[in-house]
Nanobody, 123 residues
Framework: QVQLAESGGGLAQAGGSLRLSCAAS????????MGWFRQAPGKEREFVAF????????QYGDSVKGRFTMSRDDAKNMVYLQMSNLKPEDTAVYYC????????????????WGQGTQVTISS
């Protein structure tokens, strides 16, 4: 099973930007669809984005469309989440995840998860 480790979280102001990284280890993610999710206190885990293993299909949650961009670098076994025009409601713990499915937005379909990185956006 692949191990995932997120980094890049922190404190930012509304309107600012952050870039999250997810380092995979244990095996290549070259043939693995990857996703980002987030969870705010008292709320359910929310789909943020996924990128298909072939890189040709990237989908975003409605709340982040047009502001967030997910990408992957299979040579480095990394995925990224570029977050722009951040809002206080983006405050959450962000998780990187891997799935055996080709495309999915369901947390239950992702079998490998990182430990999460906190993102806090001040108004």
């Amino acid at each position: 099973q692949v191990q995932l480790a997120e980094s890049g979280g922190g404190l930012a102001q509304a309107g600012g930007s952050l870039r999250l990284s997810c380092a995979a280890s244990g095996r290549t993610i070259r043939t693995t669809t990857m996703g980002w999710f987030r969870q705010a206190p008292g709320k359910e885990r929310e789909f943020v984005a996924f990128i298909s293993w072939w890189g040709g299909d990237t989908q975003y949650g409605d709340s982040v469309k047009g502001r967030f961009t997910m990408s992957r670098d299979d040579a480095k076994n990394m995925v990224y989440l570029q977050m722009s025009n951040l809002k206080p409601e983006d405050t959450a713990v962000y998780y990187c995840a891997a799935t055996t499915r080709a495309t999915t937005m369901k947390p239950a379909d992702f079998g490998s998860w990182g430990q999460g990185t906190q993102v806090t956006i001040s108004s």
